[in-house]
């Protein structure tokens, strides 16, 4: 069992549509939490960053770790064509002194006009 | 700033051929990664560094080397390339954060990738 799953997809939505992309893990160790958004031939870049338990909102976008559950998500509020894209999850120990993160496999959405 | 670079973009290598990968940061980063990305693998790393003239071991090392002789630079190389490295190979940097905090500034910066085909 790897240690961070999230779902591949596809995921195809109508422009405006709500987004939730998910991603479970085993390590209670883990205390922060990213998602990267990685457009078709470009590197990830950081799109939400959290500690620990709660919610955080950013625009259209927010991000929710639930860590009695071991589940991470980021919601996409009235998406557009250029949220498509492929969101990757990511995390990392509490105690980390190397900066390592785990990616899940990364979701690839896309968002129809 | 430049963020992070990666040279080159593309490269096509037959079985047996070496090469190396350079990745370089203008953000004063102490942490560089090396990652391989594969269709339905998600991001694997291969080596890291926590500071000039360290390396360590990461997921996949195997068939890899590195070596970070200066801290703005993080060299990846492949002695001899199998058609199982052709991959799409990224860069990243990070700076070390606070203990309890989430920053942008202590996330990982990743580069525009390196394209590799082995035959």
């Known amino acids: 069992q790897k240690e961070v799953e999230q779902d591949p997809g596809p995921l195809s939505v109508p422009e405006g549509a709500i987004v939730s992309l998910n991603c479970t893990y085993s390590n209670s160790a883990f205390q922060y939490f990213m998602w990267y958004r990685q457009y078709s031939r470009k590197g990830p870049e950081l799109l939400m960053y959290t500690y620990s338990s709660g919610n955080k909102e950013d625009g259209r976008f927010t991000a929710q770790v639930d860590k009695s559950s071991k589940y991470i998500s980021l919601f996409i509020r009235d998406s557009q064509p250029s949220d498509s894209a492929t969101y990757l999850c990511a995390m990392r120990l509490g105690s980390s002194n190397t900066g390592k993160l785990i990616f899940g496999q990364g979701t690839t959405l896309q968002v129809k006009p | 700033n430049a963020g992070v670079t990666q040279t080159p973009k593309f490269r096509v290598l037959k079985t047996g051929q070496s090469m190396t990968l350079l990745c370089a940061q203008d953000m004063n980063h102490e942490y560089m990664y090396w990652y391989r990305q594969d269709p339905g693998m998600g991001l694997r790393l291969i080596h890291y560094?926590?500071?000039?003239?360290?390396?360590a071991k990461g997921e996949v090392p195997d068939g890899y080397n590195v070596s970070r002789l200066k801290k703005q630079n993080f060299l990846l190389g492949l002695e001899s390339a199998a058609p199982s490295q052709t991959s799409v190979y990224f860069c990243?940097?990070?700076?070390?954060?606070?203990?309890?905090?989430?920053?942008?500034?202590?996330?990982?910066?990743f580069g525009p990738g390196t394209r590799l085909t082995v035959l």
């Open positions: 990243a940097s990070s700076y070390p954060g606070l203990a309890g905090v989430a920053s942008n500034t202590d996330t990982q910066y």
């Open positions: 560094s926590v500071g000039e003239g360290t390396t």
